[in-house]
């Protein structure tokens, strides 16, 4: 079975509200029609790199082709999960969770984006709140990486609520015009204090070689999520 190869696909995170997977080619296919339907105002931009200024139809092609090349390019040293975040069976956006030399640096960084009929729901908030316990209980990461543009209140706002502080800027160009990106640091121990929504992993024993931990490097905290 593709199962035996690619262990991911047994990999399921869950909160009281939802279910975060790898999705499977239809749910690719519904997850591209929700990026068609747009996912913020026309006059902002809330990605370093502008992909959703594309064409509703190109808009959707480039989700299925950008889920497909991090599948490929996949290597326990340079890895990036894109997980399909499900309420009620229905796809509502994508939550990422990557990391590079995860084994020596113990760090991750997390992105994300929902449907613009799916804001403003609290869902944002519990599906960072899945990958968050995905980084520390499971990959015993020490600290999670995020960043938002300065007018992005609406992230700045879930990262509060997960203890994030803030850790400096970064300068971009983004559609022509210089950009500031706030920069956000999550450790361990701020997590422990601020953790509130309770998290469930299955499938993730088989999954640890493929994060670049070996198997006897299973935390108690990894074994009670595995």
Known sequence: MLIDHWPLLGLRLNTPRLELRLPGDNELADLA????????EPDRMPFLVPWTDLPPAERARSVVQHHWLRRGTWSPDN????????????????QTVA?????????????S???????????GTEMRAAVLHLAFAGLN?????SGAFEDNATSFAVSQKHG??????????VRG?????????????????HQHVPVSISGLTPCLPMFGLPDDDCTDHQRSAS
């Open 33 to 40: 029609d929700l990026a068609a339907e747009g996912i913020h």
């Open 79 to 94: 890895w990036a999960l894109n997980l399909a975040v499900f309420e009620n069976g229905q796809v509502v956006g994508l």
């Open 99 to 111: 990391a590079r030399d995860l084994a020596v640096l113990r760090q991750v960084s997390t992105g």
């Open 113 to 123: 984006w929902l449907g613009a009929r799916y804001q403003r729901q609290g869902i």
């Open 141 to 145: 990461a020490l600290e999670a990486t």
């Open 164 to 173: 994030y502080e803030l850790d400096g800027i970064d300068r971009h160009v």
């Open 177 to 193: 015009r210089p950009t500031t990106t706030r920069r956000l640091r999550l450790t361990r121990t701020r997590w422990e204090t």
